[in-house]
């Protein structure tokens, strides 16, 4: 059994291996400057070979199945073939959403036309919730009232055969969207796998509803691909609309960004680290830590090598504030240490930054400092989160005659 399934193991992975060499060539025939994805251009051209071949197959295939629908008098053929329809509009999408992202910034637009690559997975999702519905309203008159499919046994072997296309489509779609980071070409890709399950299920109750002479079969495959195609709609159009709202950037890129300020001589850490994504560009920005000893120029300086080191790795752009770090002596790091103790002991604080401490001169201090709130804390709480953390400070440290905390917004990190 375990030889069994190492070997299989081992042919997956060559089968893995084999598909992403295949498509890997392709794409090279195909996209000029295939390696450099961080072009807008070659960007422009990935979305381009994606759409285009979709819709050249979307449209041999459509007509396939619809004769084959029209046909047989199969409702869940036609029903198939509907679906199609929905992934020819989606794929025009695509293409002009890729072309209208690629335009340059305008004086209206002044940060591009990227996000055009988010509202094309939620403009498919539409079309896929409407399509289930027609579908839908034709599978159940199906089902109300039945009728003979004229079954031939070409008929499954045909569109048998438009599965092996959409396996295609889909590992190619898939390889180019991964390439590029696009969610709307991985939709797309989505989308051919989906296809080609519904029709093996259409294939498999054609040759049931045959076998046992039950026509309505043909009416409850037909609903089941309705129903599908609304879930799916609905799970698209949620998951379009993240990065449209404002989605949070993935931890592994926070941590790059991270390593990337800190690895600049003289910045000690990075806090508030906020991104917003353009489809096509990152623009980042953050706030470093900087010993209060280095003057403004160095200051200045650091800042700016962490910003041209930012927009390298990430293209678009970034803009870093230096924030001065006290100098650390004993008392400051001693009071630091007492800080940090109340602040793990508080509800809903989850760490701090940006520790000072301002004397008034008569043995009384000021603490100020940012904290980080627990992600399950309402931002409406912020206010009244920073006043418990006050009340705990003033109850547990001595002489501190105030305390001025910043919470950290929820899309700072």
Known sequence: MLISRTILIKEQRAVMAFLDSLNRGIAKRLITDFDNVGERSVRLRYGLVAGLSSIVATIILFTVKLVLGIMADSVSVIADAFHLLSHLANSIVLVASFVIASRP???KTPFGHGRMEHIAPLLMAIFLIVTGIQVGESAVHQIAEPHEVHYWHALPWILAATIVVKQFLYQFFRYLGKRIHSHAILTNADHQFIEAIITLAVIAGLIAGHLFHIPAIDGYLGAGVAL?????????AKSALVPLLGQAPEPEMIERIREIAVGVDGVEGVHEIIVHDYGSFSLVSLHAEMPEKLSTRQMHGAAERVERRLTKEFGGDAVCHADPLMERTPEIEALEGEFARVVE??????????????????DQIIIVADINADLSVPEAKYDELAESLEEQVMKRMKNVEYCTFYVTPKYAF
């Open 105 to 107: 910034a305008t004086e």
């Open 228 to 236: 599908w195609l609304v879930y799916l709609g609905l799970v698209h």
């Open 345 to 362: 002991e508080t509800e809903g604080v989850s760490g701090f930054h940006g520790f000072r401490v301002v004397g008034t001169g008569d």
